[in-house]
């Protein structure tokens, strides 16, 4: 066997080489193990974080109460997702008979553009107001004693023609609770939209709520909500008035009770809602219970068009047109006697697509007293029995949380035991920008 020997000179350069090669492997050899360490410390790191949130998958947020998470987006702390919504709303509105929002006022009350129609200047007035933006705050809890806990509060600055601030200098008004409920395990608490109005039939105008009939009103309550055949059913327990205006007799006995049953498929959403009411006067002695009874519907039509409609009667009162009537004769009550006003009132409107962007609305509202008068009592109702209003617009939303409108609003009221009447028109520009 022939063994190869290299030269000595030879050899010593490779083992030279080899010798220096080992404190570098050696190091290698160590930073690969520093890294595996590191690696293992990252992930026993990961397993103790995911073993506390008891999960291995990124948090989602719920989407069950699209209301008070908006679109989904909120800020999960623990188990509370915290949603923060509302909108600014800038307005513009030039009114008839010389009525163009005094101070500001966007609240317009239907008694105001009678004031206005009968008393009024023949020229046109403009008023601007920034005072319908509104802030809210919802959040829901996961997991409360085995049920959801869903909280929401909501401000606006609409107070009253008289309440503090003014256009002389600064705007300034100062905020006003709109609504502020909890609901967990179908109760609700707290104060929102009485169970006796059905928003889904609402007519979507800009200047919100002032129509001859409709019922709209907000007031502290306690409801329990149920599933019910083809629907849901809510009965409620409300707070008890039969003040007028600015005046709160604050004197009843007992709270409103308020049933609504609704009904919701691919044919629409149908309700029908009735309150009971204790009316009652300490001054006159006299007492008196009473109701109404409400239907609405929200008709799917052609495309994404709907119809929509309300029809009430009954002992109405502050119920209904932002307190047209009140809730009792009030010459009868200075002669001791508790009499309930029973009106009537009926909403028609239509809602058009003329493309994704762009919406029309026509919407046609009608109140009126149940018993003819002959003349008009001191002090209960004014100089008309009658009220009826018409709003147009056109609305414009390039995006769902921008939305710019011009509206036109006819108003005629009747004058009692005559064929009279007096007119108010109004136009009114608005911007809508949400958050």
Do not use: C
Request: no cysteine; charged share 20%.
């Amino acid at each position: 066997m022939t063994t190869t020997r290299l030269p000595l000179s030879n050899r010593r350069p490779a083992a030279l080489a080899a010798l220096a090669a080992l404190p570098v492997l050696w190091m290698g050899a160590q930073t690969a193990s520093a890294q595996d360490a590191e690696l293992q410390e990252l992930r026993d790191r990961i397993e103790m974080l995911e073993s506390r949130l008891g999960t291995g998958t990124a948090l989602e947020l719920q989407t069950e109460n699209d209301y008070l998470l908006r679109d989904g987006r909120g800020i999960r702390i623990g188990d509370t997702t915290v949603t923060i919504g509302g909108f600014i709303k800038a307005d513009v509105l030039a009114g008839s008979n010389g009525n163009g929002w005094k101070n500001g006022y966007s609240v317009g009350l239907p008694r105001t553009f009678a004031t206005a129609a009968r008393d009024g200047e023949s020229d046109w007035k403009t008023g601007f107001s920034a005072r319908e933006s509104r802030f809210s705050i919802g959040t829901k809890t996961l997991d409360v004693v085995g049920h959801d806990l869903n909280t929401y509060l909501e401000m606006d600055f609409n107070q009253g023609a008289n309440a503090d601030g003014n256009e002389v200098v600064s705007n300034s008004y100062a905020p006003r609770l709109r609504q502020a409920y909890g609901a967990w395990n179908d109760w609700l608490f707290g104060q929102t939209y009485t169970t006796f109005t059905d928003l889904a039939a609402m007519p979507e105008i800009l200047d919100q709520g002032k129509q001859a009939a409709f019922i709209f009103l907000r007031q502290p309550m306690i409801r329990y909500t149920m599933a019910a055949p083809g629907g849901k059913l809510m009965l409620a327990l409300e707070n008890p008035e039969d003040g007028f205006g600015t005046t709160s007799y604050d004197d009843q006995s007992y709270p409103d009770l308020v049933a609504r049953y609704q009904v919701r498929s691919d044919l629409g959403i149908y309700s029908v809602a009735g309150v009971v009411r204790h009316l009652e006067d300490d001054a006159a002695d006299d007492t008196v219970t009473t109701g109404a009874v409400s239907v609405s519907a929200r008709i799917p039509t052609i495309g994404k068009d709907d119809l929509r409609l309300q029809y009430s009667y009954g002992a109405l009162g502050r119920y209904m047109g932002l307190f047209t009537y009140p809730d009792v004769d009030l010459a009868a009550q200075a002669g001791g006697q508790v009499e309930p006003l029973k009106t009537f009132g009926a909403t028609a409107a239509y809602r058009h697509f003329w493309s994704p962007n762009w919406r029309s609305n026509l919407s046609v509202s009608h109140a009126e007293l149940a018993d003819d008068l002959t003349a008009s009592p001191a002090g209960t109702l004014s100089y008309f029995d009658a009220s009826t209003s018409v709003h147009a617009n056109l609305l414009w939303s390039a995006h769902p949380k921008l939305t710019l409108g011009l509206e036109y609003a006819y108003w005629n009221f009747g004058e009692i035991a005559s064929s009279g009447s007096k007119k108010y028109e109004q136009v009114m520009a608005s911007a809508k920008l949400s958050f």
